[in-house]
């Protein structure tokens, strides 16, 4: 008998507890980004707290501020004023944002980002490169990723040779790679059709609630949202709503 998806994903991100100064994963203050010599606004003032383990949706338009917003939680981008914390350590002030990333998030795109001369077993030890772990285990912890998302049979396949389902089940192998106790995915369902998106959110609930970890998860689709525990409404670079994912209010 085929194993439930539960019992697949078990295992798969590590329980670690990582010491924190604060109460919360992130917490942003006051945070503004404008772009373009301040003619695009992308953020204008945006406050929130993320704890520990939540699985949070931040649904928006299009220039709404979400994808901006992921950003600089990944250490990709910093903000022109206001604080951004993780775990109570400002995120600017990071003496190496790369080892940030690498150690303590997971990222998971719309478009996969997959290198198409590698193969999937190979995509999914990209972020392995640069630990100490010997080539041996690299290969085993990716193929024990790739067989829990049910993919043990394409562990050789090119990109190209994949569904859209399939690649975001390698990305979302990939983010895995170095148990990071947060997940970033932006549009992750996006770029797929509704049987692969149904999946692939499931999926990610599954990792969500059986570890613990804190998802936070860019959409522009209501009915995704609902799936999170929690929902940031963005427009025009505010927080306009932040409560229960049943309620989000329908703007015009």
Do not use: C, W
Not at 100 to 110: D, H, L, P, V
Not at 233 to 244: A, K, L, N, S, Y
């Amino acid at each position: 008998m085929a194993r439930s998806l539960a019992e697949r994903t078990a295992g798969l991100v590590s329980n670690r507890e990582t010491p924190s100064a604060s109460p919360f994963v992130f917490e942003a203050t006051g945070l503004i980004k404008e772009y373009d010599d301040g003619r695009v606004k992308a953020l204008r003032g945006v406050d929130f707290k993320i704890s520990e383990g939540e699985f949070v949706a931040i649904v928006g338009p299009s220039g709404s501020g979400k994808t901006t917003l992921l950003q600089m939680l990944g250490a990709l981008d910093k903000p022109d004023s206001g604080t951004l914390t993780y775990r109570g350590k400002s995120l600017a002030d990071l003496d190496d944002d790369a080892k940030y990333r690498a150690n303590e998030i997971g990222f998971i795109f719309q478009s996969f980002h997959l290198l198409p001369t590698f193969t999937a077993i190979e995509n999914v030890q990209i972020p392995m490169f640069e630990s100490r772990q010997s080539r041996s285990a690299r290969t085993a912890r990716a193929h024990e990723l790739l067989k829990a998302v049910g993919l043990e049979q394409r562990v050789n396949h090119f990109p190209a040779k994949l569904s859209g389902g399939e690649r975001q089940r390698v990305a979302i192998a990939r983010s895995l790679a170095n148990s990071p106790s947060v997940l970033l995915a932006d549009e992750p369902t996006g770029n797929l059709d509704s049987e692969n998106a149904a999946f692939i959110l499931d999926l990610l609930v599954n990792l969500q609630r059986e570890r613990r970890m804190t998802l936070i998860l860019i959409t522009h689709d209501r009915i995704v949202a609902r799936r999170a525990s929690r929902a940031i409404q963005m427009t025009d670079g505010r927080v306009v709503f932040d409560g229960e994912p049943a309620n989000i209010p329908v703007r015009s």
